[in-house]
């Protein structure tokens, strides 16, 4: 619950309806972390095809009982805890009771990590628990099955069930991490080698396949909309990598080449028959849409950032923004200000690039926190950058100034190998690992799904309201 407590007498969210999916599902996957019935950490979840953190959960059981095992708040055990879980940085406000400093651990898991695990050693009252200190408290359930196979981009939708691009296959999970797509995916429709996928506002994904060349529509239940073979052949699609909806439900498409296509929501081609072109497009890799608008692309063999108007006209000149670090981009994300976040795979950092074309980061970017070869990145409600670390084996995260939120490493929990990021409308950090999805259960602010036309925007937890 930690994307919407304030503290421990302060769980709330704003009351939409997407809010509310969100808190329910978050309520829902407490039964995936322990019993409910007798409070024991799991092994393994209910459905059977997720690994629970278990030594994990019992260390930090262990840590709290420490001082609930105390005689009292004055007591050597209560007052390292307590020290030891400000609400933020070091600088924070320090907790009073130990629910308060179970949420201010999850906010800040990187956080006197070896002070906090030493507790657990001195007063082991739960088993099996952690060996050794870990890297941080992150909580990760890991997925498997379903047709997870080379497993690639993940995008969230309204109901906040996770959609993964697969080799030959899209798997659908449940938001508590149930197949919902068969044993092997879903696979009809023209889906060959899919490398883009998005969400619209129905629950439709549209998948982006580079070999078919090939746009397929799938309705939330898997059900192909889009025909045999999917949208080809018209308005430019061919070879296409990456995909977004617009605020009109209009799909944009980044062809591998040198071409972006825009299909309407019934899959009629409103880009010219080429695509539209130009701006420095070259081996395009992501594409997205901010609220205004304004569509961009990440070219990967030019190193550069192109924006086109919601028309397909050229607004960042005719090579694209270049600088700021841009080396070999993989992925990019829309703030809710409209700044763009590139995640560099050759660069080992991130750059920012402002709604005009400013850099934001510096002559090289963001760098440090064991950023190795980043390859998704997604923005979170408060404006964070989540970056799947692939070489790094680690997921980091930055502020929306670009300073260090998880320590010098990264979060591991869940044995992260990540090459695709999302955020749910719970706060859950969702990534890709090859033939595996983790699920890092609460590590940040809720977010508005699905991302269409990038109209992100957090749920409040008000202080103010139990």
Known sequence: MAGFAADATHVSSSGTLLARTGIANA??????????????????????????????????????????????????????????????????????????AAINIAHNPASNVATLYALAAATPLFSPTLTTQPNDFTVGLNFTGSGLSESQRIVIDGSGNAWVINTSSVTEFSSSGSALSGANGFT??????????????????????????????????????????GYIGIGGVGNPESIAIDSSGNAWIAN??????????????????????????????????????????????????TELSNSGAVLSGPNGYTGGGISEPWEMALDNSGNAWIANGTGNSITKLSSSGSFLSGPTGFTGGGLYSPTGIAIDGAGNAWIAN????????????????????????????PDAIAIDCSGNVWTTNGDSVTEIIGAATPVVTPLVANLMAPYSAPASKP
């Open 188 to 229: 009809a429709g023209g889906i060959n080698n899919p490398q883009g996928i998005a969400i619209d506002n129905n629950g439709n994904a549209w998948i982006a396949n580079t070999f078919g060349g090939n746009v397929v529509k799938l309705s939330s239940s898997g059900s192909v909309l889009s025909g045999v073979n």
């Open 390 to 417: 692939f070489f790094g084996s680690s997921v980091v995260e930055l502020s929306n100034s670009g300073s260090i939120l998880s320590g010098s490493k990264g979060y591991t929990g869940g044995g992260v190998n």
């Open 256 to 305: 591998f080449f040198t071409t972006v296509s825009e299909l309407s929501n019934s899959g009629t081609a409103i880009s010219p028959v080429n695509g539209f072109t130009g701006g420095g497009l070259n081996y395009l890799r992501t594409i997205a849409i901010s609220g205004p608008g304004s569509v961009w692309i990440v070219s990967q063999a030019s190193n550069t950032v």
């Open 27 to 100: 309520f829902a996957n407490a039964a995936n972390l322990a019993a409910i019935s007798s409070g024991a950490a799991l092994a393994t979840t209910p459905a059977g095809n997720g690994t629970v953190p278990q030594s994990t959960i019992n260390t930090l059981a262990d840590i709290l009982g420490a001082c609930i095992g105390s005689i009292g708040p004055s007591s050597k055990a209560c007052s390292t805890l307590l020290i030891n879980a400000p609400s933020s940085g070091s600088n924070g406000t320090l907790p009073t009771d130990t629910a308060t």
